[in-house]
């Protein structure tokens, strides 16, 4: 057992020394690639690992089994599996293929609307708080918005590999993100608080799987423990709590939606206060995955503690 342990750990250390190297080639070869081969190329190495790596293939189809139940047929949710891995290929080419590009090539790429409410928002100075989910290309949502003229910073959890972490880093610094480690807990804490006290925008994603610790809220019919970061930086600070979006339309272009602010819910309890509000802020989620299912990321263990709900094997 010890040894089949070594193995795998070897294996992972050389999938990870592989998946750097192949991140660091891209960072500096893409963006000199014709942008007519950028789309095709993505599209080509979401096919490929769809072939090549069973386990993610199993993870994901299993998570669309616990999402849409008897609502879809196998054949349907290996259709929506792959698009969505086509589309993760596609993100990964256009953020590397925007780190060749100037602000204004940025912001003619992607197109932008909901400003208004930002704006808003952003007048009443408690800065705001960017609520998304890991749903189209939301790693460029950042970099339009720096384009823009406003201030970004994203709680970022770092991969445990740490020539990976610093790839994170960098590539977020080169975009000029704002990088707010997840741990210590408490500096992430003050970094976050400190980010809205300067009027800017706090970008935090809710839709992976949380500690048992958090609230459990309804997540297409199962209960799930959910991130409630969105929800207590808000109830504390006053900031407001705004949608954002990345979608990839139908003819490949990417849009960034805002949407006005969420109203929360008022609860005289405040541990209910905040499992009501991190409930509606979970639909709102939901709602956009079912909206564009092929764009969610299925790959990750939303589901692992999942409990109450229909059988779904």
């Known amino acids: 057992m010890r040894i089949k342990r070594k193995i795998q750990k070897a294996l992972k250390m050389f999938g990870n020394n592989i998946g750097w190297g192949f991140a ?6 893409v963006p000199r690639l014709p942008e007519r081969w950028i789309l095709p190329v993505g599209a080509g190495l979401g096919r490929a690992f769809y072939y090549l790596v069973g386990k993610y293939r199993r993870i994901a189809l299993r998570n669309l089994r616990y999402a849409f139940g008897n609502e879809k047929s196998d054949a349907v949710l290996k259709k929506i599996y792959k698009a969505c891995l086509e589309d993760i290929g596609k993100n990964f080419m256009e953020v590397m293929y925007c780190f060749g590009l100037s602000p204004e ?15 808003k928002a952003l007048a009443e100075g408690k800065g705001v ?6 749903v189209g290309n939301f790693i460029l949502i950042g970099p339009r918005l720096i384009a823009e003229g406003y201030s970004f910073s994203v709680v970022a959890r770092d ?7 610093r790839l994170f880093r960098e590539m977020r610094q080169r975009f000029g993100i704002g990088s707010i480690p997840d741990k210590p807990k408490r500096d992430c804490i003050m970094q976050s608080l400190q ?43 006053g900031a407001l709590v ?11 272009r990417l849009k960034l939606a805002i949407d006005p602010p969420i109203a929360l819910v008022k609860a005289n309890d405040k541990e209910e206060e905040i499992k009501q509000n991190v409930a509606l802020l979970t639909k709102v989620t939901e709602q956009h995955i079912r909206k564009y299912p092929e764009q969610w990321w299925w790959l990750h263990r939303r589901w692992k503690k999942a409990k109450t709900a229909p059988a779904c094997n």
């Open 105 to 119: 090539q940025i912001r003619d790429k992607i197109e932008l609307a909901g400003t208004e409410h930002l704006d």
């Open 159 to 165: 991969p445990k590999n740490a020539r990976i972490a």
């Open 24 to 29: 660091k080639a891209a960072m500096a070869l």
């Open 195 to 237: 980010c809205l006290r300067n009027n800017g925008i706090l970008f935090l994603q809710i839709d992976q799987n949380a500690d048992a610790s958090d609230p459990w809220v309804d997540f297409f019919g199962w209960l799930v423990p959910t991130f409630k970061g969105p929800v207590v930086f808000s109830l504390r600070t």
């Open 129 to 134: 708080i960017a609520f998304s989910a890991h």
């Open 242 to 252: 705004l949608p954002f979006f990345m979608i990839r339309q139908t003819d490949n």
